[in-house]
T-cell receptor
Framework: AQKITQTQPGMFVQEKEAVTLDCTYD???????LFWYKQPSSGEMIFLIY??????QNATEGRYSLNFQKARKSANLVISASQLGDSAMYFC?????????????FGTGTRLLVSP | DVKVTQSSRYLVKRTGEKVFLECVQD?????MFWYRQDPGLGLRLIYF???????EKGDIPEGYSVSREKKERFSLILESASTNQTSMYLC???????????FGPGTRLTVT
């Protein structure tokens, strides 16, 4: 069974609008972490945001926020005020177990295109 | 500035060749990882290493081996390259207290 599911192969958004990229996960481990990475066309993976399973509040980093709904096992990325430079592939990933053990499982990605 | 470097951005090899992909990190990280990335499949873990001379199989180790003789260097070896190993290969490193894995720029390998 897929541990990380990203159901949107592609998304379009206009500049300055907000966009939500979906991610659902599957784990029976009570301790886990969820990550979002951005991959521009240049290929490098850029860490965006992290949410731990025991964190009480949703993580935020600048224009990025993670809408963590534990009961629904979803960890959607919200990008506010989209910019042209946000056009990229976005990957959701999960770590099972404690923070010292960092084996990540990635989703298949969502390609975001921001138009002027 | 943290850095993970990979020996080549682009590589073309012939079927049956032995291929070495090198990864070096300058952050004194204990953990290092090799992934391959294919369209529609995301990133899949090939091998990882907790420490020098330690290695663990990931989700798709078949056809690959690794070497970690020094803490900063983690090599991926394709013993006999095949066309189905044409892919983007990404190396990453991580240290225990940190959430983030740091990635290299990737090596796009084509096997003909």
């Amino acid at each position: 069974a897929q541990k990380i599911t990203q159901t949107q192969p592609g998304m379009f958004v206009q500049e300055k609008e907000a966009v939500t990229l979906d991610c659902t996960y599957d784990t029976s481990d009570p301790s886990y972490g969820l990550f979002w990475y951005k991959q521009p066309s240049s290929g490098e993976m850029i860490f965006l945001i992290y949410q731990g399973s025991y964190d009480q509040q949703n993580a935020t980093e600048g224009r990025y926020s993670l809408n963590f709904q534990k009961a629904r096992k979803s960890a959607n990325l919200v990008i506010s005020a989209s910019q042209l430079g946000d056009s990229a592939m976005y990957f959701c990933a999960m770590r099972e177990g404690g923070t010292g053990f960092q084996k990540l499982v990635f989703g298949t990605g969502t390609r975001l295109l921001v138009s002027p | 500035d943290v850095k993970v470097t990979q020996s080549s951005r682009y590589l073309v090899k012939r079927t049956g060749e032995k291929v070495f992909l090198e990864c070096v990190q300058d952050m004194d990280h204990e953990n290092m990882f090799w992934y391959r990335q294919d369209p529609g499949l995301g990133l899949r873990l090939i091998y990882f290493s907790y420490d020098v001379k330690m290695k663990e199989k990931g989700d798709i180790p078949e056809g690959y081996s690794v070497s970690r003789e020094k803490k900063e260097r983690f090599s991926l070896i394709l013993e006999s390259a095949s066309t189905n190993q044409t892919s983007m290969y990404l190396c990453a490193s991580h240290s225990g207290p940190s959430y983030e894995q740091y990635f290299g720029p990737g090596t796009r390998l084509t096997v003909t």
